[in-house]
């Protein structure tokens, strides 16, 4: 489909990051689960947050760099860095995979700060 042969190892290191991405996700919608008593806030605000990112990228383009956005747009080529990292035409782009990496924790510290607060 790509038109080349796809390293598996380079393969797989994009499909980790993939992975991240989703992780991020899923944290976040966990942590604002915890932190709201409605439905409405736990599922809607990540879903603005997935499909939005174009807009919100327009005004702040330096999100990128501190947002899992960066593996999906930058360096101003069509093909999105994840994509280019399974080619191996590219490098792991670091600075979104670290920050996404620390988000991915903070939002599970305060999920568990939150259980632990919280009467059943």
Same mark, same amino acid.
Do not use: A, D, H, K
């Given at each position: 489909a790509a038109g080349v042969a796809l390293d598996i190892g380079k393969f797989a290191i994009a499909l980790g990051v993939m992975f991240l991405n989703v992780l991020f996700y899923l944290t976040l919608t966990l942590m604002l689960g915890t932190l709201s008593d409605g439905r409405g806030a736990a599922i809607g605000l990540p879903i603005a947050f997935l499909f939005g990112?174009? *807009? *919100? +990228? !327009?005004l702040a383009p330096w999100l990128a760099d501190i947002t899992p956005w960066g593996f999906l747009v930058g360096a101003g !080529?069509?093909?999105?860095?994840i994509a280019r990292v399974a080619l191996g035409q590219a490098g792991l782009p670091t600075a979104p995979v670290i920050a996404t990496l620390g988000w991915c924790i903070l939002f599970t510290i305060i999920? +568990?700060? /939150?259980?632990? /607060?919280?009467e059943f």
């Open positions: 990112y174009q *807009i *919100i +990228l !327009s !080529s069509p093909v999105p860095p999920t +568990l700060w /939150r259980f632990g /607060r919280e």
